[in-house]
């Protein structure tokens, strides 16, 4: 079972994690290694779990 509690994230992160997740047990890597991947790869490209909006800052559009 996946470290940490998933509950912050969206269904669409969620969605997006099991389909990663498919992808690499087709190519044969293990289930639990399968999984710590699919959810890096999702904090990685969405930055991590769902967030409130108020206060947050783009860091990429730094000026």
């Known amino acids: 079972m996946s470290r940490g509690d998933k ?3 969206t269904d669409k992160q969620k ?3 099991e389909h ?3 992808t690499y047990r087709e190519r044969g890597v293990s289930r639990e290694e ?3 991947r ?3 790869t999702v904090n990685k490209e ?3 779990g769902n967030k ?3 206060g947050r800052k ?6």
């Open 46 to 48: 969405d930055g991590g």
């Open 7 to 9: 509950s912050a994230y």
């Open 20 to 22: 990663i997740e498919e």
């Open 34 to 36: 399968a999984e710590k």
């Open 38 to 40: 699919a959810w890096a």
């Open 58 to 63: 783009n860091h990429a559009d730094k000026s």
């Open 52 to 54: 409130s909006g108020s």
């Open 15 to 17: 969605r997006k994690a």
